[in-house]
Nanobody
């Protein structure tokens, strides 16, 4: 069982930056691929970024490439999402998720989820 807790969301102006954190309770954190998803009101949950168990491989949605960076610290059992050049369309609830295997952009492939953290970007 893996429990995930996100933090770091908030209100920011367009062009600003935020760093989200996802703290995992499990000692097996390093055995899980991690990902960030987001969901805006009235929209489906969408993939944002993923990182492999050791951090050597990452993947991003086209909409965030070059602006967001996913990372992890296995010693701290924490994953991060550094978001820069934020746009109003980035406004959403951001969720971190864990899966055994790296490589999926489908939320149904992720077994564990955090409760989400709100990110609001004002224009």
């Amino acid at each position: 069982q893996v429990q995930l807790v996100e933090s770091g969301g908030g209100l920011v102006q367009a062009g600003g930056s935020l760093r989200l954190s996802c703290a995992a309770s499990s000692r097996t954190f390093s055995e899980s691929a991690m990902a960030w998803f987001r969901q805006a009101p009235g929209k489906e949950r969408e993939f944002v970024a993923a990182i492999s168990r050791g951090g050597g491989a990452t993947d991003y949605a086209d909409s965030v490439k070059g602006r967001f960076k996913i990372s992890r610290d296995n010693a701290k059992t924490t994953a991060y999402l550094q978001m820069s050049s934020l746009k109003p369309e980035d406004t959403a609830v951001y969720y971190c998720a864990a899966a055994r295997n790296y490589g999926s952009m489908y939320y149904t492939d992720y077994e564990y989820w955090g409760q989400g953290t709100q990110v609001t970007v004002s224009s």
